[in-house]
């Protein structure tokens, strides 16, 4: 059974893989990933390749709102459990090892993530009991 450090290590690199699908950070974790799961064999990373090149796809093609909220747990979950899995075979050094890479590439995946604000102008506003009236502009940044 692993520790609960080594699940959330897990769990952050699922939320990666899925973050950075369709990003400038897609090309480095998926070669991080597959390589780091396929264990210097040749076939089973380019499986985990394809894997990620599904996941990507799902992705792409899930519709805006709560059912893409959802494909994106579903695929976060899967990937957080085949982590685990890899995670928990290993020796205990060579399981440290794994999760430094993961730390790593979830560490990228973040770096590279776009940034997203928010910032709301009230300077032409009317505050009235809990109401705000005006107008302006409103730019959203969220920072994950």
């Given at each position: 059974m692993l520790v609960e450090g080594l699940?959330?290590?897990?769990?952050?690199g699922g939320g990666a893989i899925v973050q950075a699908a369709g990003t400038?950070?897609?090309a480095g974790i998926r070669s991080g990933v597959a390589r780091i799961l396929g264990r210097g064999e040749a076939g089973r990373e380019q499986a985990e390749l394809e894997r990620?090149?599904?996941?990507?796809?799902?992705?792409?093609?899930?519709?805006?709102g709560a059912g893409s909220e959802r494909v994106q747990t579903v695929l976060a979950t899967?990937?957080?459990?085949?982590?685990?899995?890899?995670?928990e075979q290993l020796p205990d050094a060579e399981r440290?090892?794994?999760?430094?890479?993961?730390?790593?590439?979830?560490?990228?995946?973040h770096a590279q993530a776009p940034a997203?604000?928010?910032?709301?102008?009230?300077?032409?506003?009317?505050?009235?009991?809990?109401?705000?009236?005006?107008?302006?502009t409103q730019n959203n940044t969220i920072n994950r």
């Amino acid at each position: 059974m692993l520790v609960e450090g080594l699940i959330a290590v897990a769990a952050a690199g699922g939320g990666a893989i899925v973050q950075a699908a369709g990003t400038d950070a897609w090309a480095g974790i998926r070669s991080g990933v597959a390589r780091i799961l396929g264990r210097g064999e040749a076939g089973r990373e380019q499986a985990e390749l394809e894997r990620l090149d599904q996941t990507r796809a799902e992705l792409e093609s899930a519709d805006d709102g709560a059912g893409s909220e959802r494909v994106q747990t579903v695929l976060a979950t899967r990937w957080q459990t085949r982590l685990e899995m890899l995670l928990e075979q290993l020796p205990d050094a060579e399981r440290q090892q794994v999760a430094t890479e993961l730390q790593a590439l979830v560490q990228q995946a973040h770096a590279q993530a776009p940034a997203q604000s928010t910032h709301n102008d009230f300077s032409n506003a009317t505050f009235t009991e809990s109401q705000v009236l005006g107008s302006g502009t409103q730019n959203n940044t969220i920072n994950r």
